[in-house]
């Protein structure tokens, strides 16, 4: 029996050696000429996803949004200056959320917020870059309080966001930014986040928030030429959301609003009013905004007339090939509503107003009450560079 155990040891310190020759040479010991195994990818244990709400120590977070942008818009409060990041080669996340004080007391957010890509790459918020309502590390919150705020990473291109870290005071919460779940966002979010992209410049984002079918013929280009000329002279802050109705699709809110001049001082008389009612209508689990009345004279106001141009019966025959789907740079449209229908555009356009077809295809609307397709084939002043 000793000499059997003998035996066996000799026999096991020869494998070892064996083993430690293979791994110098790169081929495993019982494997050569076989590729090893791929190590499994990094498992990451996440609390939620986009649109779950997560606690974090004193906080509660929801992430509503992550948006790829080359250039960062951002005013952080009334007064401050404007905040310009990146080229048309720079490449930032942007994230939107809200986050409510849940301690029971005022308090200031102290938390840290980390990127990681699908290749477990990890990068920390830009810091240069100052958002709105004070982010996370500088947010004054009163007890229950919420507010819609932007995170910042600058990354490379082409990168992956997979998941979002936070380490808050007394706790803290990871997101899966590859799974999306918005059937569970309250209305009153999405006025929140609403609000946030007026400091943002991301007016194409706050005009995506709207029901198409309640838009009353305002367009994108409309949209933007009323809203743009005032970034870096205007701060909206949502002071008071208070809930009137709600129903599993629809839900009114009475919003009351401050608006801020670029030196920081109340708006006496703002263009928008700033304080209404606001309607929301659900639809395939996404709340929108039911465009006002008195927004919608506010914009043609100040961009249009009020008179509708008329409709253009005789449209020449169609020279473009038949096509079976919108072009994919044609904007959203929706079936035509007696809304869509008889309500007043912001002005009359033709062609000639535009430098290029890109613009033009931002001011056609449902039913092209400006002529602008003249074939009726989705696009817009084809002749245009």
């Known amino acids: 029996m000793l000499v059997a155990l003998f035996v066996a040891l000799l026999a096991g310190s020869a494998c070892s050696l064996d083993e430690g020759k293979g791994g110098e040479g790169g081929v495993i010991s019982?494997?050569?000429?076989?590729?090893?195994?791929?190590?499994?990818p990094k498992q990451v244990t996440t609390d939620g996803g986009i649109g779950d709400g997560v606690e974090a120590g004193d906080l509660f977070f929801r992430i509503f949004a992550v948006r790829?942008?080359?250039?960062?818009?951002a005013i952080s409060e009334p007064g401050a200056k404007p905040v310009v990041r990146g080229n048309i080669s720079s490449e930032y996340v942007a994230i939107d959320y809200v986050v409510k004080n849940i301690s029971g007391s005022p308090l200031t957010t102290e938390a840290e917020a980390t990127l990681i890509d699908d290749q477990g790459n990890s990068y920390e918020q830009d810091t240069s870059i100052e958002p709105p309502s004070g982010g996370t590390e500088d947010m004054e919150l009163e007890t229950d309080q919420t507010e819609a705020s932007t995170m910042f990473f600058?990354?490379?291109?082409?990168?992956i966001p997979e998941t979002l870290e936070i380490k808050a005071s007394g706790g803290e919460a990871s997101f899966d930014l590859l799974e999306r779940d918005i059937e569970n966002v309250p209305p009153e979010d999405y006025l929140r986040v609403y609000h946030l992209y007026f400091n943002e410049q991301a007016y194409e984002e706050a005009y995506e928030m709207f029901d198409r079918d309640?838009?009353?013929g305002i367009t994108l280009g409309e949209w933007l030429s009323f809203y743009e000329p005032m970034w870096g002279k205007r701060y909206v802050s949502l002071e008071e959301l208070r809930l009137l109705s709600e129903d599993p699709h629809r839900a009114t809110f009475r919003m009351t609003r401050t608006f801020y001049d670029e030196d920081g001082d109340v708006v006496a008389d703002p263009e928008v009013n700033p304080s209404a009612t606001q309607e929301m209508i659900k639809e395939n689990g996404k709340w929108k905004l039911v465009m006002r009345d008195d927004l919608v004279s506010d914009i043609t106001a100040v961009v249009g007339a009020d008179e509708t141009p008329e409709a253009k019966d005789s449209a020449p025959e169609k020279t473009a090939p038949e096509r079976t789907q919108p072009p994919s740079n044609t904007p959203e449209t929706t079936k035509q509503t007696e809304a869509t229908r008889s309500a007043a555009p912001a002005?009359?356009?033709?062609?000639?107003?535009f430098e290029t077809q890109e613009e033009a295809q931002l001011y056609l609307a449902p039913g092209d009450p400006y002529g602008l397709d003249k074939d009726g084939n989705g696009l817009a002043c084809e002749t245009l560079p």
């Open 214 to 216: 309640t838009v009353q």
């Open 30 to 40: 019982g494997a050569s000429k076989e590729r090893a195994p791929d190590r499994a």
């Open 68 to 73: 790829s942008r080359d250039l960062i818009y």
């Open 154 to 159: 600058k990354v490379p291109n082409g990168i």
């Open 347 to 353: 002005g009359d356009y033709d062609c000639e107003d």
